[in-house]
């Protein structure tokens, strides 16, 4: 089996990274190596399984906590010991206590909160399947409007070749004689100032499965399970927003024993739109407009994400003006209303002009007064009276 990289190497993250820093790490090697923005580089699309992999595992508390005490054999079937208490001697640990919980259960019952439940635990009984993360890529109309899209992921689903039993065909696991199927086994420790006390801890015969298996699979060494590639198509809901997350139920690793699987948590990562910028469910575009139309007014059109409307620019319109369009935003997922578009004038100013033009604007200018302009006249105020007081 090849060596894997380090997730936190694979993230470029410390050990001790915050959720937002796994995040940011995640999200930006994900950008840079989705297969949709490096079509038919297969370098990419390793880099990018192999992104999404790590923080599948990192971005999980349970399996984060695994990985760091046991690497990659806590959380990869392939590797064993894929769940707790498959590491044989270390099964025995509960809410970070370790055997020391199972002495004070023993001693006290399970009220204490040191995981009696977990010496009860059927080994055989049904298990959900964890939740697999994914990523993808929209454009803005695609974000504001919602569309159908193709996600692939990874995910575990039970072998093939012999039903997710990891039994050979014409075999079956076989109870543990070590255990008697419990998956656990007690043994009697001396602790100073305590004396004599029973432990309990995972059967290291069978890893805590409390079956085992002669002869395993050859196509999934015994697990039951093999990690796959999964391509599904999705529908992305209308007014979703960069970085927001949703669940494809049902579509995550597949249980065990029948138990039910796992969801896929999709990542939207939308691309800067040339025309239009997102503010929550309102939509702000910059128009630009000439000084004559800024002057006089007229009538321009706009474009909005349902398409071009016509907007009358009133007389004396200054720049950086801001009108409201009505619910011409971003539609709530919800269904419950729209956001509105808010548009900017920019009045661009004339460049090149001939001697004429330019003779015919300074018999235009000196035509005003202070009084035409509202601003000016308001400065001058201003300032005659600050220079009059002193």
């Keep these: 089996m090849p060596e894997k990289r380090d997730y936190y190497e694979v993230l470029g993250v410390s050990k001790g990274c915050s959720e937002d820093e796994l995040k940011k790490a995640y999200r930006k090697l994900a950008k840079k190596y989705h297969p949709d923005l490096n079509p038919g580089d297969k370098e990419a699309e390793a880099k990018f399984k192999?992104?999404?992999?790590?923080?599948?595992?990192?971005?999980?508390?349970?399996?984060?906590?695994?990985?760091?005490?046991?690497?990659?054999?806590?959380?990869?079937?392939?590797?064993?010991?894929?769940?707790?208490?498959?590491?044989?001697?270390?099964?025995?640990?509960?809410?970070?206590?370790?055997?020391?919980?199972?002495?004070?259960?023993?001693?006290?019952?399970?009220?204490?909160?040191?995981?009696?439940?977990?010496?009860?635990?059927?080994?055989?009984?049904?298990?959900?399947?964890?939740?697999?993360?994914?990523?993808?890529?929209?454009?803005?109309?695609?974000?504001v409007k919602g569309c159908k899209k193709q996600i692939t992921f990874q995910r575990l689903e039970n072998c093939s070749d012999c039903g997710g039993s990891g039994a050979s065909a014409g075999s079956k696991p076989e109870t543990c004689p070590n255990c008697h199927g419990s998956g656990q086994v007690r043994t009697v420790r001396s602790i100073p100032g305590l004396g004599s006390v029973q432990t309990t801890s995972a059967c290291p015969r069978c890893g805590g499965k409390g079956k085992i298996i002669s002869n395993p699979c050859k196509?999934?060494?015994?697990?039951?399970?093999?990690?796959?590639?999964?391509?599904?198509?999705?529908?992305?809901?209308?007014?979703?927003?960069?970085?927001?997350?949703?669940?494809?139920?049902?579509?995550?690793?597949?249980?065990?024993?029948?138990?039910?699987?796992?969801?896929?948590?999709v990542t939207v990562s939308v691309r800067p739109d040339p025309l239009f910028n997102r503010d929550g469910f309102n939509i702000w575009c910059d128009i630009p407009i000439t000084y004559t139309q800024a002057v006089l007014g007229d009538d321009i059109v706009v474009p909005t994400v349902d398409g071009r409307v016509e907007y009358h620019v009133p007389e004396g319109t200054q720049n950086g003006a801001v009108f409201r369009l009505r619910d011409k935003g971003v539609p709530s997922p919800s269904g419950r209303g729209r956001g509105d578009q808010y548009v900017r004038v920019n009045i661009e100013v004339p460049k090149g002009l001939t001697k004429n033009q330019k003779d015919k604007l300074r018999e235009f200018e000196a035509s005003l007064s202070d009084k035409n302009y509202n601003k000016r006249q308001g400065f001058f105020d201003k300032l005659r009276e600050k220079f009059e007081n002193k």
């Excluded at 993360?133 to 695609?142: K, T």
């Excluded at 529908?235 to 049902?250: E, K, L, M, N, Y």
């Design 219 to 265: 196509k999934c060494g015994g697990k039951g399970r093999v990690r796959v590639t999964k391509t599904l198509e999705v529908s992305i809901p209308a007014g979703i927003d960069d970085d927001q997350t949703f669940a494809v139920r049902g579509q995550g690793d597949q249980g065990i024993n029948g138990g039910p699987s796992g969801d896929v948590h």
């Design 50 to 143: 192999e992104v999404n992999e790590a923080y599948e595992i990192l971005s999980d508390k349970d399996k984060r906590a695994r990985y760091d005490q046991f690497g990659h054999a806590g959380v990869d079937p392939n590797y064993g010991a894929g769940a707790p208490g498959g590491a044989g001697g270390f099964g025995g640990f509960s809410g970070g206590f370790g055997d020391l919980g199972d002495i004070f259960g023993d001693l006290f019952g399970s009220g204490f909160g040191f995981g009696g439940s977990t010496r009860t635990r059927d080994p055989n009984g049904p298990v959900r399947g964890s939740d697999v993360g994914c990523q993808v890529v929209l454009s803005f109309m695609e974000a």
